[in-house]
């Protein structure tokens, strides 16, 4: 997953680049996108195993795991900001 990103940030980059404004926005997102669900992966099944072997953690198991969303969240907010 790493490996794209600094073609990526070399074609966001380059004097005459293609991709300016609305695009270099969304790849932004998308790379937001891949983080949020890089790190839910881990998250998501922590939680489940939490929860069920403690039935009392479901709450702090459900704010973990929407964390990382929030990334994406801001990510689409500064996105309609830019644009």
Excluded: W
Aim: aromatic share 4%.
């Amino acid at each position: 997953m790493f490996e794209i990103t600094p073609q990526l940030a070399s074609l966001a980059l380059q004097e005459n680049a293609i991709l300016t404004g609305t695009g270099a926005a969304a790849i932004g997102v998308g790379l937001a996108a891949l983080g949020a669900g890089y790190a839910e992966r881990g998250i998501g099944s922590a939680a489940v195993g939490a929860v069920a072997e403690d039935d009392s953690l479901f709450v702090q198991a459900l704010i973990l795991t929407v964390l990382p969303e929030t990334i994406l969240i801001f990510a689409l907010v500064a996105m309609i900001l830019a644009a």
